[in-house]
């Protein structure tokens, strides 16, 4: 069996075990609950216990059919995806301290050129553009209470 | 007269623009590959609760079947369905393009969708109210039935699948377990993490899930533009008017009627209804090579099953297919309870999105008839413009119902998931819907069974809940008959 396959049966099956953990957790916390003959205890018992066993269903047929190959993929288009999925945990920890119009602009710097934009001068102009044109939309007009960030949080 | 009414009130300004941007929005979603309605609403959700309740829920349905009329413009033009639901139109569609004869494929597909569209909305004045006066009788155990008859959806948007569905569906209901329990508030799965005992906020989930993830797919395909072409002349004439006409008018009745079974959705409407057509014609041969009936029954099919959608939703709060699950998310975030009381405690409201319907469908009329060559044109927008701008908005749809950067997270996380779950073939909509359910039938079953003292006897003693165990055998026995006549790619599609 492909490794892959193996990952993605265990995590159901590891998640059921999580499940079924947390409610006998709760079962022995033993509270007088009259008017909830299940609880949440049993409830998450058996929830648990249905994704387990579909898991190993998962693992145990996998094994009979044999590994499904992922379509393969152009390695540059990968790459383009993976740097999207950096920005985006790097403009998520960036947000906080930045503020959301600076981490906006450096997203969309980081971002435009990654999707292909090769011209810095056009880049930094969609950057800023589209990143004021936000916050205008949700911060100014739609009163939304976006990030400050604490190394400037006297301009936005 | 509640009709009548609820005609008028979207005769205000606000109403009316609700209805026309949501209607432009759809179309947009429909002509631009990459864009579903279920991911376009999601993304859109959190900022529409910025705005007026009823025009929020007019705007979104408007996007729906909006998407609907969009979606055949480029499968027609250029090979590409911008919906899964208009899959099947390219096969003829395309065909009648290259031949010359685009604008007819384009004219029949927009009259045909609004055919349907309009008996789409008399069909949901007149057999919702009723459906809903019955439902008035719902206790727990009846609930229960619903909830277990509405997640043989899971069942059939996993048909490409079933045991990764099944998966999907259970993760969906385990993930609804983290944070506080709905009936005695313990918390639980928290880890020790306090953000975790909130819970996880649907928004983040659904905006990562198809947002971000959607996003990230498309960039890995490396989706690009389109079209460049002429549309030639617009109305067909004589025996293909004819034809036409007959095919749109039985897509609509096939695809209405199947369209208000749970698990059944536009997608594979349009391609019973292209089974049907072929089925049922003098020159089978043809098809494949342009004809018009091609284009003309799924297309009416699709549109016909977006509007039975709402008869199970507003009546029964049962979503039918994925982006009626967004538009349920939407309803509850509004603190409206889908079912049988919405007809009575929010009259106006209902009636009125109601009423946006019949307008949305003229308006989409003429967004597909005259500016069909303004879609055409949109279609050119690089993706790599769209791309970037649709991750920021789905960052701040994320955060902004809370205001917390824990549901960033959560989305960014989700996001991921969403990715390696389409890479991997795994179904997104059951893990979904498993996420909307799953709380509502933990709090129906727990109250059934606490009524009965644990006994599961009540569920068969009720005429109600038995009546809902045997549908969803029945269902699932016609889910899967059925399904094995649809191509795999087709499922795949939807599912994604």
Known sequence: ?156 | MDLLNGIINVFTLSNITYSFVGCVLGTLVGVLPGLSPSSTIAILLPITSFLDRTGSIIMLSGLYYGAMYGGSTTSILVNIPGEPASVITCVDGFQMTRQGRAGQALWIAAVGSFIAGTFGALMVSFIGPGIAKYALKFGPPEYCGLLLFSMTTIITLSSASLIKGLIAGMVGFFLTMVGMDPLTGTPRLHFGYVGLTRGLELIPVMVGLFGIGEILSSAEEGVGQIYSGKLGKMTPRGEDLRIGLWACARGTILGFFMGLLPGINAALTSFFSYDLEKRISRHKEKFGSGVIEGVAGPEAANNATAMAGFIPLFALGIPASPAFAMILAALMIYGLQPGPLIFIQNKDFIWTVIGSMYIGNVILLILNLPLVGLWARISLIPYKILGPIILAICLLAAYSPRNTMFDVWVAVGFGILGYIMRKRGWPIIPLILGFILGDLFEGALRQSLSMSSGSVWIFFSRPIPFVFICATVVTLFITFKYLRRVPKEVLEKEET
């Open chain 1, 1 to 156: 069996m492909h490794w892959s396959v193996l990952i993605e049966g265990m995590i159901p099956v590891i998640l059921g075990l999580a499940g079924i953990a947390e409610g006998v957790r709760l079962i022995t916390m033993e509270r007088i609950q009259l008017y909830d003959v299940l609880g949440p205890g049993w409830y998450s018992i058996g929830v648990g216990f249905a994704l387990s066993v579909i898991g190993l269903v998962y693992l145990i047929y996998q094994r009979k059919k044999g590994f499904d190959k992922a379509k393969t993929v152009d390695r540059e288009l990968r790459k383009k995806m993976l740097y999207m999925i950096g920005a985006l945990t790097i403009y998520t920890i960036l947000i906080n301290t930045a503020g959301y119009v600076l981490s906006t602009i450096i997203f969309f710097l980081v971002i435009f050129r990654v999707v292909g934009y090769r011209s810095w001068l056009i880049i930094g102009l969609m950057s800023v553009g589209a990143s004021l044109s936000f916050y205008l939309i949700f911060g100014y007009w739609l009163q939304m209470v976006l990030p400050r960030g604490i190394l400037i949080p006297q301009m936005f």
